[in-house]
């Protein structure tokens, strides 16, 4: 999900897969929560490499369907969510991803010097989660796509 270059790394996935085996990719979608996450993160980002693509997209199978193209067949793509029971509080989240997610920390890291946009963030975070914790509860969206290399 966090290779920047979708395409190449499409196509190393194909390659490396042997003919008749299977690609199996489990990703979060852009609209679940952790893809509302990164849009949440996005302003206070460092600005991507050149050519990178967002790691939402690999949530999205159309997306995905595209880069594997017709050296697949069998496509079966699901979207399921992953029941999260860890966070009592929405600042809980929070701290947990500020702390030990490396996307959350890489951009917690890039403001650091800058209180006021670290206080926004720290408050678009909470904000978010608030509206995704029902009773300790959170669901996270993801996509599980499998598909059988061609050859």
Not at 64 to 76: A, F, I, K
Not at 90 to 98: A, L, N, T, V, W
Not at 126 to 144: C, I, P
Request: with cysteine; hydrophobic share 40%; glycine share 8%.
């Amino acid at each position: 999900m966090f290779a920047p270059h979708h395409q190449a790394t499409a196509d190393e996935l194909v390659r490396v897969c042997r003919p008749g085996g299977t690609i199996g990719l489990l990703n979060w979608t852009p609209e679940g929560f952790i893809g509302q996450m990164f849009a949440t993160m996005k302003p206070y980002a460092p600005p991507p490499p050149p050519g990178a693509q967002p790691p939402p997209l690999w949530g999205q199978e159309e997306h995905v369907r595209t880069l594997l193209g017709d050296r697949v067949t069998d496509v079966q793509a699901h979207r399921r969510t992953l029941r999260v029971d860890a966070f009592r509080e929405p600042e809980d989240f929070r701290e947990f991803f500020k702390a030990t997610y490396g996307p959350t920390i890489a951009v917690y890291r890039s403001i650091a010097d800058d209180p006021q946009r670290t206080a926004d963030l720290d408050a678009a975070l909470t904000d978010l989660a608030a509206g995704a914790l029902q009773d300790g509860v959170m669901e996270w969206e993801y996509l599980l796509l499998t598909a059988r290399r061609t050859g």
